[in-house]
């Protein structure tokens, strides 16, 4: 059975950083796209940055600059590195697999909160 399990999130204060991780397990994850989606209440889901099995990133806009996405194929593991956090930046972030190879293979996290507040 396939799962994303992400961690990291929690309370920061405006300006600080958080380190999202989003473990894959029963993937052959180097076929996959990752990416991290997040959802405001009220809000629909969006992008926030994605990284295919070659690397080539892409973020969101309002994101571009402080976060920074990554992965480590030997661990199955994705990273998103949030840095200059804002009160706009807080959602539940929810970690995303999509396979290259059938697009239609589309996995999904739980979500982790991240709330930026003073």
């Known amino acids: 059975q396939v799962q994303l399990v992400e961690s990291g999130g929690g309370l920061v204060q405006p300006g600080g950083s958080l380190r999202l991780s989003c473990a894959a397990s029963?993937?052959?994850?180097?076929?996959?796209?990752m990416g991290w989606y997040r959802q405001a209440p009220g809000k629909q889901r969006e992008l926030v940055a994605t990284i295919t099995s070659g690397d080539y990133t892409n973020y969101a806009t309002s994101v571009k600059g402080r976060f920074t996405i990554s992965r480590d194929n030997a661990k199955n593991t994705v990273y998103l590195q949030m840095n200059s956090l804002k009160p706009e930046d807080t959602a539940v972030y929810y970690c995303?697999?999509?396979?290259?190879?059938?697009?239609?293979?589309?996995?999904w996290g739980q979500g982790t909160q991240v709330t930026v507040s003073s």
């Open positions: 995303n697999a999509r396979n290259e190879l059938d697009y239609q293979t589309i996995y």
């Open positions: 029963e993937i052959i994850f180097g076929i996959y796209t």
